[in-house]
């Protein structure tokens, strides 16, 4: 599998779990701990992104993509985000719901598959996204300064 391969696999992974999918530029992400890893749509009107889980099995040729996932999507937008932090190698996020992650994107992710069974050990496959993680450090950046600027009084002889 190729680079544009894998990213034709993991859009059409993405696309097939999210409602307007064509409205979202996708990056994946790795995750702290042994959360899946993360497909990430974003986009900035309205300013918001959806954290698709990717469990390991999903570059499984023989899966099928209309497979009913077991597990959930999360959209965040400026009205559910508790907190929204850049940790220096990566970002926290938390909804007002509880729901929390730590996640990276990489302009070069390694991506763990399990479906060769030529090899004992797990293969891996990087994917080219450079300019996809460059963007999406902009998208991430617009999107805590707007939640900043909710906090910060507009006029300074206010606060007083």
Not at 12 to 21: A, G, K, L, V
Not at 126 to 138: G, I, M, N, P
Request: with cysteine; hydrophobic share 30%.
């Amino acid at each position: 599998m190729d680079n544009e391969d894998l990213k034709k696999t993991l859009r059409e992974f993405f696309d097939s779990r999210i409602f307007n999918y064509g409205d979202y530029n996708v990056v994946y992400a790795n995750t702290s701990g042994s959360s899946d890893p993360l497909l990430i749509g974003y986009r900035r009107q309205p300013l918001e992104m959806v954290l698709c889980p990717v469990p390991s099995d999903t570059l499984d040729p023989d899966r099928p993509t209309t497979e009913t996932p077991t597990w959930s999507n999360t959209t965040i937008e400026l009205s559910n985000v508790a907190t929204l932090a850049d940790t220096g190698s990566g970002y926290q996020v938390e909804s007002v719901t509880g729901y929390r992650v730590w996640f990276d994107v990489q302009p070069k992710p390694r991506i763990p598959v399990t479906w060769n069974t030529s090899h004992d050990v797990d293969d891996q496959l990087q994917v080219e996204q450079t300019s996809d993680a460059e963007d999406f450090e902009r998208f991430m950046t617009l999107f805590m300064d707007t939640l900043d600027s909710f906090y910060t009084p507009s006029d300074p002889s206010s606060a007083q």
